[in-house]
Protein backbone atom coordinates (compact mmCIF):
# COMPACT_ATOMS: atom_id res chain seq x y z
CA UNK A 1 0.00 0.00 0.00
CA UNK A 2 2.40 2.71 1.29
CA UNK A 3 4.76 1.49 -1.37
CA UNK A 4 2.47 2.00 -4.44
CA UNK A 5 1.67 4.83 -2.88
CA UNK A 6 5.70 6.11 -2.95
CA UNK A 7 5.97 4.68 -6.26
CA UNK A 8 3.11 6.90 -7.82
CA UNK A 9 3.90 10.12 -6.30
CA UNK A 10 7.43 9.79 -7.32
CA UNK A 11 6.65 9.14 -10.36
CA UNK A 12 4.70 11.64 -10.70
CA UNK A 13 7.43 13.89 -9.35
CA UNK A 14 10.36 12.60 -11.83
CA UNK A 15 7.90 13.12 -14.52
CA UNK A 16 6.55 16.15 -14.24
CA UNK A 17 9.73 18.14 -12.84
CA UNK A 18 12.74 16.35 -13.83
CA UNK A 19 11.98 14.67 -16.97
CA UNK A 20 11.88 18.06 -19.29
CA UNK A 21 14.59 19.41 -17.94
CA UNK A 22 16.59 16.45 -18.43
CA UNK A 23 15.34 15.44 -21.84
CA UNK A 24 16.29 19.03 -22.32
CA UNK A 25 19.52 18.79 -21.64
CA UNK A 26 20.36 16.22 -24.44
CA UNK A 27 22.06 18.17 -27.74
CA UNK A 28 20.41 17.74 -31.12
CA UNK A 29 23.83 15.95 -32.39
CA UNK A 30 22.80 13.31 -29.64
CA UNK A 31 19.23 12.23 -30.32
CA UNK A 32 17.35 12.23 -33.96
CA UNK A 33 14.39 14.56 -33.39
CA UNK A 34 11.96 11.80 -34.33
CA UNK A 35 13.16 9.76 -31.43
CA UNK A 36 13.14 12.65 -29.04
CA UNK A 37 9.63 13.73 -30.15
CA UNK A 38 8.45 9.84 -28.57
CA UNK A 39 10.58 10.49 -25.35
CA UNK A 40 8.78 14.00 -25.33
CA UNK A 41 4.83 12.62 -25.87
CA UNK A 42 5.61 10.11 -23.84
CA UNK A 43 7.12 12.50 -20.76
CA UNK A 44 4.13 14.53 -21.40
CA UNK A 45 1.42 11.45 -21.21
CA UNK A 46 3.44 9.97 -17.92
CA UNK A 47 3.17 13.26 -16.95
CA UNK A 48 -0.55 13.78 -17.40
CA UNK A 49 -1.30 10.15 -16.14
CA UNK A 50 1.12 10.31 -12.72
CA UNK A 51 -1.21 13.72 -12.42
CA UNK A 52 -4.59 12.58 -12.96
CA UNK A 53 -3.79 9.13 -10.83
CA UNK A 54 -2.37 11.36 -7.75
CA UNK A 55 -5.95 12.78 -7.52
CA UNK A 56 -7.45 10.09 -7.40
CA UNK A 57 -5.89 8.69 -5.27
CA UNK A 58 -6.03 11.24 -3.26
CA UNK A 59 -9.71 11.76 -3.49
CA UNK A 60 -10.68 8.12 -2.50
CA UNK A 61 -8.06 7.72 0.16
CA UNK A 62 -9.41 7.22 3.68
CA UNK A 63 -11.68 8.62 5.25
CA UNK A 64 -12.68 11.07 2.69
CA UNK A 65 -16.23 11.03 1.00
CA UNK A 66 -14.59 9.84 -2.15
CA UNK A 67 -13.96 6.61 -0.23
CA UNK A 68 -17.00 6.69 0.75
CA UNK A 69 -17.96 5.69 -2.57
CA UNK A 70 -15.87 2.29 -2.02
CA UNK A 71 -17.04 1.81 1.63
CA UNK A 72 -20.50 2.15 0.28
CA UNK A 73 -19.85 -1.33 -1.17
CA UNK A 74 -17.90 -2.32 2.21
CA UNK A 75 -20.00 -0.90 4.96
CA UNK A 76 -16.85 0.19 6.81
CA UNK A 77 -17.21 4.25 7.87
CA UNK A 78 -17.94 3.91 11.41
CA UNK A 79 -14.27 3.14 11.84
CA UNK A 80 -12.91 6.83 11.33
CA UNK A 81 -13.39 9.62 13.74
CA UNK A 82 -15.49 12.73 12.81
CA UNK A 83 -12.52 15.43 13.39
CA UNK A 84 -10.95 13.29 10.77
CA UNK A 85 -13.86 12.96 8.81
CA UNK A 86 -14.43 16.72 8.25
CA UNK A 87 -10.81 17.50 7.31
CA UNK A 88 -10.73 14.79 4.48
CA UNK A 89 -14.43 15.94 3.61
CA UNK A 90 -12.81 19.60 3.28
CA UNK A 91 -9.50 18.77 1.31
CA UNK A 92 -11.88 16.53 -0.95
CA UNK A 93 -14.01 20.03 -1.64
CA UNK A 94 -10.44 22.01 -2.56
CA UNK A 95 -9.09 19.55 -4.55
CA UNK A 96 -12.57 18.33 -6.81
CA UNK A 97 -12.99 22.57 -7.06
CA UNK A 98 -9.13 23.27 -7.81
CA UNK A 99 -9.38 20.20 -11.00
CA UNK A 100 -12.52 21.47 -12.26
CA UNK A 101 -11.05 25.13 -12.67
CA UNK A 102 -8.39 23.74 -14.47
CA UNK A 103 -10.21 22.08 -16.31
CA UNK A 104 -13.20 24.71 -17.84
CA UNK A 105 -9.84 26.72 -18.48
CA UNK A 106 -8.34 23.93 -20.43
CA UNK A 107 -11.27 22.24 -22.33
CA UNK A 108 -12.72 25.71 -24.09
CA UNK A 109 -9.19 26.43 -25.50
CA UNK A 110 -9.07 22.87 -27.29
CA UNK A 111 -13.05 23.90 -28.38
CA UNK A 112 -12.08 27.12 -29.74
CA UNK A 113 -8.97 25.45 -31.86
CA UNK A 114 -11.37 22.72 -33.59
CA UNK A 115 -13.92 25.89 -34.05
CA UNK A 116 -10.75 28.02 -35.21
CA UNK A 117 -9.50 25.12 -37.54
CA UNK A 118 -12.62 24.18 -39.11
CA UNK A 119 -13.61 27.82 -40.10
CA UNK A 120 -10.46 28.21 -41.93
CA UNK A 121 -10.92 25.28 -43.40
CA UNK A 122 -14.13 26.57 -44.72
CA UNK A 123 -12.37 29.38 -45.91
CA UNK A 124 -10.00 27.81 -47.84
CA UNK A 125 -12.52 26.01 -49.49
CA UNK A 126 -14.58 28.95 -50.67
CA UNK A 127 -11.04 30.46 -51.73
CA UNK A 128 -8.28 28.43 -52.91
CA UNK A 129 -7.82 26.40 -55.79
CA UNK A 130 -6.70 23.08 -56.51
CA UNK A 131 -2.81 22.14 -57.63
CA UNK A 132 -2.72 21.10 -61.12
CA UNK A 133 -0.01 18.22 -60.51
CA UNK A 134 0.01 17.55 -56.96
CA UNK A 135 -3.49 16.31 -55.64
CA UNK A 136 -3.18 16.76 -52.23
CA UNK A 137 -2.28 20.22 -52.34
CA UNK A 138 -4.75 23.65 -52.63
CA UNK A 139 -3.12 26.73 -54.02
CA UNK A 140 -4.15 30.16 -51.88
CA UNK A 141 -3.32 33.60 -53.98
CA UNK A 142 -1.19 35.72 -52.10
CA UNK A 143 2.50 37.18 -52.46
CA UNK A 144 3.76 36.33 -49.27
CA UNK A 145 5.53 32.72 -49.11
CA UNK A 146 4.14 30.32 -47.13
CA UNK A 147 3.50 26.34 -47.00
CA UNK A 148 1.35 24.83 -44.53
CA UNK A 149 -0.54 21.56 -43.79
CA UNK A 150 -3.84 21.37 -42.69
CA UNK A 151 -4.91 18.00 -41.09
CA UNK A 152 -8.05 17.32 -43.54
CA UNK A 153 -8.62 13.45 -45.18
CA UNK A 154 -7.79 15.47 -48.87
CA UNK A 155 -5.54 18.49 -49.69
CA UNK A 156 -4.18 18.91 -46.16
CA UNK A 157 -1.46 20.63 -47.45
CA UNK A 158 -1.56 24.66 -48.86
CA UNK A 159 0.77 26.43 -50.84
CA UNK A 160 0.21 30.35 -51.54
CA UNK A 161 1.22 31.81 -55.39
CA UNK A 162 4.30 33.58 -53.63
CA UNK A 163 5.78 30.43 -52.14
CA UNK A 164 4.96 28.75 -55.84
CA UNK A 165 7.28 31.55 -57.52
CA UNK A 166 10.02 31.49 -54.97
CA UNK A 167 10.66 27.74 -55.27
CA UNK A 168 11.85 25.67 -57.88
CA UNK A 169 10.31 22.58 -59.09
CA UNK A 170 12.55 20.44 -56.81
CA UNK A 171 12.59 22.91 -54.09
CA UNK A 172 8.58 22.57 -53.86
CA UNK A 173 8.87 18.84 -53.55
CA UNK A 174 11.17 18.51 -51.12
CA UNK A 175 8.84 21.52 -49.11
CA UNK A 176 5.80 19.05 -49.67
CA UNK A 177 7.90 16.62 -48.34
CA UNK A 178 8.24 18.39 -45.31
CA UNK A 179 4.41 18.91 -45.12
CA UNK A 180 3.30 15.62 -45.88
CA UNK A 181 5.62 14.31 -42.97
CA UNK A 182 3.66 16.70 -40.72
CA UNK A 183 0.77 15.32 -41.85
CA UNK A 184 1.68 11.67 -41.70
CA UNK A 185 3.00 11.64 -38.39
CA UNK A 186 -0.11 13.33 -36.90
CA UNK A 187 1.97 16.27 -35.61
CA UNK A 188 -1.26 18.59 -35.42
CA UNK A 189 -3.14 15.86 -33.18
CA UNK A 190 0.46 15.69 -30.69
CA UNK A 191 0.50 19.88 -31.10
CA UNK A 192 -2.91 19.86 -30.20
CA UNK A 193 -2.53 17.27 -27.05
CA UNK A 194 0.89 19.64 -25.98
CA UNK A 195 -1.60 22.41 -25.59
CA UNK A 196 -4.36 20.96 -24.16
CA UNK A 197 -1.63 19.44 -20.92
CA UNK A 198 0.08 23.14 -21.07
CA UNK A 199 -3.51 24.75 -19.76
CA UNK A 200 -4.22 22.03 -17.67
CA UNK A 201 -0.59 21.62 -15.72
CA UNK A 202 1.25 25.08 -16.74
CA UNK A 203 3.55 25.08 -13.71
CA UNK A 204 5.56 21.67 -14.23
CA UNK A 205 8.57 22.32 -15.53
CA UNK A 206 8.51 19.09 -18.17
CA UNK A 207 4.90 20.48 -19.34
CA UNK A 208 6.70 23.97 -19.81
CA UNK A 209 9.96 22.84 -21.51
CA UNK A 210 7.79 20.19 -23.76
CA UNK A 211 5.96 23.44 -24.97
CA UNK A 212 9.26 25.14 -25.93
CA UNK A 213 10.59 22.52 -27.44
CA UNK A 214 8.39 20.18 -28.87
CA UNK A 215 7.28 22.45 -31.94
CA UNK A 216 11.06 22.99 -32.76
CA UNK A 217 11.54 19.01 -32.52
CA UNK A 218 8.61 18.21 -34.85
CA UNK A 219 10.05 20.59 -37.38
CA UNK A 220 13.16 18.96 -37.53
CA UNK A 221 11.37 15.51 -37.98
CA UNK A 222 9.63 16.60 -40.73
CA UNK A 223 12.74 18.20 -42.01
CA UNK A 224 14.60 15.09 -41.75
CA UNK A 225 11.62 13.82 -43.94
CA UNK A 226 12.35 15.53 -46.68
CA UNK A 227 15.68 15.60 -46.73
CA UNK A 228 15.99 11.90 -47.03
CA UNK A 229 13.79 12.27 -49.97
CA UNK A 230 15.07 15.11 -51.43
CA UNK A 231 18.67 16.36 -50.01
CA UNK A 232 19.10 18.49 -47.22
CA UNK A 233 20.87 21.26 -50.00
CA UNK A 234 17.66 21.77 -51.56
CA UNK A 235 15.36 21.37 -48.71
CA UNK A 236 17.50 24.08 -46.72
CA UNK A 237 17.29 26.45 -50.19
CA UNK A 238 13.88 26.02 -50.12
CA UNK A 239 13.31 26.88 -46.34
CA UNK A 240 15.58 29.61 -46.86
CA UNK A 241 12.50 31.28 -49.16
CA UNK A 242 9.92 30.56 -47.35
CA UNK A 243 8.95 29.12 -43.86
CA UNK A 244 6.97 25.84 -43.68
CA UNK A 245 5.00 25.76 -40.38
CA UNK A 246 2.24 22.89 -39.67
CA UNK A 247 -0.75 25.55 -40.31
CA UNK A 248 -3.17 27.37 -37.73
CA UNK A 249 -3.94 24.03 -35.41
CA UNK A 250 -4.79 26.91 -33.08
CA UNK A 251 -2.66 25.31 -30.52
CA UNK A 252 0.63 27.07 -31.43
CA UNK A 253 -0.01 30.75 -29.81
CA UNK A 254 1.83 33.73 -30.80
CA UNK A 255 3.46 33.73 -27.51
CA UNK A 256 5.51 30.04 -28.89
CA UNK A 257 8.90 32.16 -28.39
CA UNK A 258 11.45 31.11 -30.62
CA UNK A 259 11.30 33.56 -33.64
CA UNK A 260 13.86 33.44 -36.33
CA UNK A 261 16.35 31.45 -33.87
CA UNK A 262 14.36 28.06 -34.79
CA UNK A 263 14.62 28.72 -38.80
CA UNK A 264 18.39 29.34 -37.92
CA UNK A 265 18.76 26.22 -35.96
CA UNK A 266 16.95 24.13 -38.29
CA UNK A 267 19.02 24.95 -41.45
CA UNK A 268 22.27 24.80 -39.27
CA UNK A 269 21.26 21.08 -38.26
CA UNK A 270 20.60 20.15 -41.71
CA UNK A 271 23.86 21.36 -42.90
CA UNK A 272 25.88 19.51 -40.30
CA UNK A 273 23.75 16.71 -39.80
CA UNK A 274 25.66 14.51 -42.21
CA UNK A 275 28.99 14.37 -39.75
CA UNK A 276 27.22 12.88 -36.37
CA UNK A 277 25.14 10.29 -36.60
CA UNK A 278 23.02 9.48 -33.15
CA UNK A 279 24.41 5.97 -31.78
CA UNK A 280 22.05 3.16 -32.08
CA UNK A 281 22.59 2.84 -28.07
CA UNK A 282 20.83 6.50 -27.47
CA UNK A 283 18.28 5.30 -29.68
CA UNK A 284 17.24 1.80 -27.40
CA UNK A 285 17.53 3.99 -24.20
CA UNK A 286 15.30 6.18 -25.62
CA UNK A 287 12.58 3.70 -26.47
CA UNK A 288 13.23 2.17 -23.08
CA UNK A 289 12.44 5.56 -21.41
CA UNK A 290 9.31 6.33 -23.61
CA UNK A 291 7.99 3.14 -22.27
CA UNK A 292 8.68 3.24 -18.61
CA UNK A 293 7.43 6.75 -18.66
CA UNK A 294 3.95 5.44 -19.51
CA UNK A 295 3.86 2.44 -17.75
CA UNK A 296 5.20 3.19 -14.76
CA UNK A 297 2.86 5.93 -13.39
CA UNK A 298 -0.20 3.49 -15.01
CA UNK A 299 0.92 0.40 -12.80
CA UNK A 300 1.61 2.45 -10.16
CA UNK A 301 -1.58 4.49 -10.22
CA UNK A 302 -3.65 1.28 -10.88
CA UNK A 303 -1.76 -0.74 -7.98
CA UNK A 304 -2.06 2.15 -5.51
CA UNK A 305 -5.76 2.45 -5.98
CA UNK A 306 -6.60 -1.07 -5.98
CA UNK A 307 -4.47 -0.98 -2.47
CA UNK A 308 -7.43 1.83 -1.74
CA UNK A 309 -10.08 0.00 -2.36
CA UNK A 310 -8.88 -2.75 -0.20
CA UNK A 311 -8.76 -0.80 2.98
CA UNK A 312 -11.29 0.31 5.16
CA UNK B 1 -11.18 19.40 -48.34
CA UNK B 2 -13.66 16.70 -50.83
CA UNK B 3 -15.25 18.05 -53.81
CA UNK B 4 -13.74 21.18 -54.05
CA UNK B 5 -15.17 22.13 -57.47
CA UNK B 6 -18.14 20.31 -57.19
CA UNK B 7 -19.10 22.40 -54.36
CA UNK B 8 -22.17 24.14 -54.73
CA UNK B 9 -21.52 27.15 -52.40
CA UNK B 10 -18.12 27.19 -54.12
CA UNK B 11 -19.70 27.95 -57.57
CA UNK B 12 -21.74 30.64 -56.37
CA UNK B 13 -19.56 32.63 -54.33
CA UNK B 14 -16.86 32.23 -57.92
CA UNK B 15 -20.08 33.53 -59.55
CA UNK B 16 -20.88 36.77 -57.32
CA UNK B 17 -17.54 37.72 -56.98
CA UNK B 18 -17.20 37.59 -60.99
CA UNK B 19 -20.55 39.59 -61.37
CA UNK B 20 -20.58 43.36 -61.67
CA UNK B 21 -23.31 44.50 -58.62
CA UNK B 22 -26.01 42.60 -56.78
CA UNK B 23 -27.77 39.62 -58.85
CA UNK B 24 -31.11 37.83 -58.18
CA UNK B 25 -31.50 34.05 -57.75
CA UNK B 26 -32.74 33.75 -61.53
CA UNK B 27 -29.67 36.08 -62.68
CA UNK B 28 -27.20 34.10 -61.04
CA UNK B 29 -28.73 30.95 -61.72
CA UNK B 30 -28.82 31.48 -65.57
CA UNK B 31 -25.00 32.19 -65.00
CA UNK B 32 -24.36 28.92 -63.12
CA UNK B 33 -26.02 27.42 -66.18
CA UNK B 34 -24.17 28.77 -68.75
CA UNK B 35 -21.58 26.12 -68.55
CA UNK B 36 -23.07 23.40 -66.54
CA UNK B 37 -23.55 19.32 -67.61
CA UNK B 38 -26.92 19.50 -65.96
CA UNK B 39 -28.73 22.21 -65.58
CA UNK B 40 -29.76 23.58 -61.49
CA UNK B 41 -33.08 24.39 -59.79
CA UNK B 42 -34.21 27.62 -59.17
CA UNK B 43 -35.09 25.88 -55.80
CA UNK B 44 -31.49 24.58 -54.75
CA UNK B 45 -29.37 27.36 -55.76
CA UNK B 46 -32.06 29.59 -53.61
CA UNK B 47 -31.49 27.45 -50.93
CA UNK B 48 -27.65 27.71 -51.32
CA UNK B 49 -28.05 31.41 -51.89
CA UNK B 50 -29.85 31.95 -48.66
CA UNK B 51 -27.63 29.40 -46.26
CA UNK B 52 -24.60 31.12 -47.52
CA UNK B 53 -26.13 34.47 -46.49
CA UNK B 54 -27.23 33.03 -43.01
CA UNK B 55 -23.00 32.64 -42.78
CA UNK B 56 -22.47 36.35 -43.22
CA UNK B 57 -20.64 35.46 -46.42
CA UNK B 58 -23.40 36.90 -48.85
CA UNK B 59 -25.42 40.08 -47.94
CA UNK B 60 -29.10 40.60 -49.26
CA UNK B 61 -31.14 43.64 -50.82
CA UNK B 62 -34.39 43.75 -51.19
CA UNK B 63 -35.46 44.77 -54.48
CA UNK B 64 -38.75 44.57 -55.63
CA UNK B 65 -40.43 41.40 -54.37
CA UNK B 66 -37.39 39.24 -54.47
CA UNK B 67 -33.84 39.85 -52.43
CA UNK B 68 -30.88 40.61 -54.30
CA UNK B 69 -26.93 38.91 -53.35
CA UNK B 70 -23.56 40.00 -53.59
CA UNK B 71 -20.52 38.85 -51.31
CA UNK B 72 -20.13 40.41 -48.36
CA UNK B 73 -16.09 40.48 -48.73
CA UNK B 74 -14.01 40.46 -51.52
CA UNK B 75 -12.21 37.49 -52.52
CA UNK B 76 -8.64 39.24 -51.49
CA UNK B 77 -10.17 39.95 -48.21
CA UNK B 78 -10.62 36.37 -47.43
CA UNK B 79 -7.34 35.21 -48.71
CA UNK B 80 -5.38 37.87 -46.17
CA UNK B 81 -7.60 36.73 -43.56
CA UNK B 82 -6.30 33.14 -44.41
CA UNK B 83 -2.53 34.56 -44.35
CA UNK B 84 -2.91 36.12 -41.31
CA UNK B 85 -4.54 33.39 -39.78
CA UNK B 86 -1.13 31.38 -40.77
CA UNK B 87 1.36 33.94 -39.82
CA UNK B 88 -0.01 34.35 -36.57
CA UNK B 89 0.58 30.98 -35.52
CA UNK B 90 3.80 30.50 -37.11
CA UNK B 91 6.42 30.72 -34.71
CA UNK B 92 8.57 32.88 -36.82
CA UNK B 93 6.52 35.05 -38.58
CA UNK B 94 8.34 38.14 -38.69
CA UNK B 95 10.90 36.37 -40.67
CA UNK B 96 8.58 35.33 -43.27
CA UNK B 97 7.36 39.10 -43.71
CA UNK B 98 11.09 40.39 -43.60
CA UNK B 99 11.92 37.90 -46.75
CA UNK B 100 8.72 38.77 -48.66
CA UNK B 101 9.52 42.98 -48.01
CA UNK B 102 13.05 42.07 -49.57
CA UNK B 103 11.49 39.80 -52.44
CA UNK B 104 9.16 42.13 -53.89
CA UNK B 105 9.67 44.37 -57.01
CA UNK B 106 10.84 47.71 -56.30
CA UNK B 107 7.47 49.20 -57.64
CA UNK B 108 5.26 47.32 -55.34
CA UNK B 109 8.16 47.89 -52.52
CA UNK B 110 7.18 51.80 -53.18
CA UNK B 111 3.45 51.01 -52.90
CA UNK B 112 3.58 48.84 -49.82
CA UNK B 113 5.66 51.77 -48.27
CA UNK B 114 2.82 54.24 -48.91
CA UNK B 115 0.14 51.52 -47.56
CA UNK B 116 1.98 51.44 -44.27
CA UNK B 117 3.12 54.99 -44.08
CA UNK B 118 -0.54 55.79 -44.44
CA UNK B 119 -1.45 53.20 -41.56
CA UNK B 120 1.02 54.89 -39.11
CA UNK B 121 -0.26 58.00 -39.54
CA UNK B 122 -3.78 56.71 -39.08
CA UNK B 123 -2.55 54.83 -35.83
CA UNK B 124 -0.83 58.03 -34.52
CA UNK B 125 -4.03 59.78 -35.37
Not at chain 1, 64 to 91: F, K, Q, S, V, Y
Not at chain 1, 119 to 128: D, G, K
Request: hydrophobic share 50%.
Amino acid sequence: MIFSLLALIASAVLLGCLAGPVLDRFRRSAIAPGTAVVCWVAALAGTVIAGSAVVVVALISPPGPGHGLLEWLRDCLPHHGNLAITMAAIATLVLVTACCLRLASGLPRLGRAVRHRRRHREMLRLVAREHGRHADVLVLDHPVPVAYSLPARQRGIVVSTGAQEALTDAELGAVLAHERAHLRLRHHALLLMLDLAHSLLPWLPTVRRAKSRLPLLLEMAADDAAANAHGSRILVDALCRLSTAPGPAGALGAGGGHGAGALVERVLRLETSGAVKPRRSVRIAACAFAASAVTAPLLAGAVAIVDLSRVC
Amino acid sequence: MAGLAGSLERSVMDVLWAAPGPLRVRELLARLNENADKALAYNTVQTVAERLAQKGLLQRTQDGLAFRYSPTRAREEYAVELMLDVLTDAPDHGAILARFAESVPPEDARHLLDVLRRRASDDWA
